[in-house]
C-alpha cells in the first residue's frame, strides 16, 4: 500500500490504502465528536464557526477555530515537507514517516487520557486535527490526489459527477475507468461510516473512551508493514515450492 509510488502504483493499492485511511479516520472522526463535541477530521465545520464568531465581533471565542484550522493546515504541510525532503533516498519511504507520528499522536493521547484527567481538551482536538491533516496529506500525496480520507464533501461531489457522466456513454468512452472510480470513492465512503460505528462502539459500549484511538493505531501499524509481510510470505512460499 504505500511501498509503490508513480506508475508503479495501481487502482488496487489506492483501494487498499483508502479503505484502510478512510476507517481509521472514521474510528478518529466519531472519538473525537464523544469526547470533545468537537469535529477533529475536518475543517469546515470550525471554519464557519470562526466566521460566525468574527461577524459577531466575538474575535476571541473565534481563536480557537481559528487554532483548529490551523493545526489542520500544519499538518498537512508538515507531511507534504517530510515527503519532499526526503524522496530523493531511494532506501526511504517517505510515506511511512507521516504514518508513524500520526501513530505516536493517537497513541500518546489514549495514554494520557489514562494517566491524568484532560483538563486543556482543545490541545487534543488540535493534535487530532493535526494527525488528519498528515494523513489527509500523504494519501493526497501517494495517490496523485485520487484519494483523499478525512472528510466526504468533495467524495460525494465527485461520485455524483461520476455517475452522471455513466447517463451519457457517448461523451465518456472510459467507463471502465469511471466505474472503478466510483468503486474507489463508495469503498471510501463506506469503511468511514463503518470505522465510525467501530469507534462509536468502542467508545460507548465497551468504554474504551479515548483508548479507541488504539485500535486505530494498531490498524496504521499493521498497514505499515502489510507490504513486507506479504512479500515474506510469497518468498517463503517460493523457497518452499523449490525445496519440494
Known amino acids: 500500500m504505500f511501498r509503490h509510488q508513480g506508475k508503479s502504483r495501481t487502482q488496487l493499492h489506492n483501494l487498499r490504502i483508502a479503505t484502510i485511511l478512510s476507517f481509521v479516520a472514521g474510528i478518529v472522526n466519531v472519538t473525537g465528536f464523544l469526547a470533545f463535541h468537537q469535529l477533529t477530521t475536518n475543517v469546515t465545520g470550525h471554519f464557519a464557526l470562526f466566521i460566525s464568531d468574527v461577524a459577531n465581533f466575538e474575535f476571541w471565542k473565534g481563536t480557537i477555530f481559528l487554532l483548529y484550522i490551523l493545526s489542520f493546515l500544519f499538518g498537512a504541510f508538515f507531511s507534504s515537507y517530510l515527503i519532499e525532503k526526503f524522496k530523493e533516498n531511494k532506501r526511504l519511504n517517505v510515506f511511512v514517516l507521516p504514518t508513524l507520528i500520526e501513530v505516536l499522536i493517537l497513541v500518546i493521547i489514549a495514554i494520557i487520557s489514562n494517566i491524568t484527567p484532560l483538563h486543556y481538551p482543545d490541545i487534543i482536538i488540535c493534535s487530532l486535527l493535526f494527525a488528519m491533516g498528515l494523513q489527509n496529506s500523504l494519501v493526497t500525496k501517494i495517490s496523485n490526489a485520487v484519494v483523499r480520507t478525512t472528510h466526504l464533501t468533495g467524495l460525494f461531489t465527485d461520485l455524483g459527477i461520476e455517475l452522471s457522466q455513466l447517463c451519457f456513454p457517448a461523451n465518456h468512452h472510459n467507463r471502465t475507468q469511471i466505474l472503478a472510480t466510483i468503486k474507489l470513492r463508495i469503498s471510501i465512503i463506506c469503511f468511514f ?32 508493514f502489510y507490504d513486507d509481510l506479504r512479500y515474506g510470505y510469497i518468498r517463503t512460499k517460493r523457497k518452499y515450492k523449490q525445496r519440494n
Not at 474504551?208 to 496504521?220: K, R, S, Y
Open 193 to 224: 461510516f463503518f470505522g465510525g460505528l467501530i469507534g462509536g462502539y468502542l467508545y460507548s459500549k465497551l468504554d474504551f473512551e479515548l483508548n479507541a484511538l488504539l485500535v486505530a493505531a494498531l490498524i496504521l501499524i499493521i498497514s505499515l
